[in-house]
């Protein structure tokens, strides 16, 4: 049972060049999220899936792409990378919405360098 | 606006206790929580804390709720090495599936 799983752990772009970051859950949960942490800014969302078929804007959309491909995967693209996107990135899946009975299940990032 | 807010920074010699603060503007927050992130790993939930409750206890962890003052803390007991990670407070927004962060404070526990 690996929880969630998050592919790649480091990369490295150039300004411009596009990538996607891929997460998949083997928990059969409902819901994604997409998060990026910053230094003393905690974690902000970038995107969600409440279920599949759906996704929604976060805090911090800008930039980014998702796709909800099936129950299990939720992908986030860069299609121009920025320096400003550099970044720990998180992937979260819980079964429905983020109350006390659905906690967050977090993979263990993908570190994101854009030089 | 919804926002969480933490010290970055604190640090305590083993054995002692240590109470980790934080503050939320979200007045209609129903549920608070604390998550623990251990170096190079994803976020894990530590407890959580129902809005109509003061206090949860949870074997070397306590957690305080001021609702008036929107004043979240966590305390944890006899503090050890290992719990030597980034606490992060954490509040569900307006909408459930919005799950606000605070910055984090690291927590380093010295021998």
């Known amino acids: 049972n690996a929880g969630v799983t998050q592919t790649p752990k480091f990369q490295v772009l150039k300004t411009g060049q596009s990538m996607t970051l891929q997460c998949a859950q083997d928990m059969n949960h409902n819901s994604m999220y997409w998060y990026r942490q910053d230094p003393g800014m905690g974690l902000r969302l970038i995107y969600y899936s409440a279920s599949e078929g759906t996704t929604d804007k976060g805090e911090v959309p800008n930039g980014y792409n998702v796709s909800r491909l099936n129950k299990r995967e939720f992908s986030l693209r860069l299609e121009s990378a920025a320096p400003s996107q550099t970044s720990v990135y998180f992937c979260a899946s819980s079964e429905a919405g983020a109350g006390m009975d659905s906690p967050l299940h977090f993979g263990n990032g993908t570190r994101l360098t854009v030089t | 606006g919804e926002d969480v807010e933490q010290s970055l920074f604190l640090s305590v010699r083993e054995g002692d206790s240590s109470v980790i603060n934080c503050t939320y503007t979200?007045?209609?927050?129903?549920?608070l929580y604390w998550y623990k992130q251990e170096p190079g790993a994803g976020l894990q939930l530590l407890t959580y804390?129902?809005?109509?409750?003061d206090m949860k206890q949870d074997q070397r962890l306590t957690v305080l709720l001021n609702k008036k003052d929107k004043h979240l803390s966590l305390r944890i007991a006899d503090t050890q090495t290992g719990d030597s990670a980034i606490y992060f407070c954490a509040e569900i927004g307006r909408s459930s599936y919005k799950l606000i962060f605070g910055s984090g404070t690291r927590l380093l526990v010295r021998p």
């Open positions: 979200d007045s209609s927050s129903t549920y």
């Open positions: 804390i129902f809005s109509n409750m």
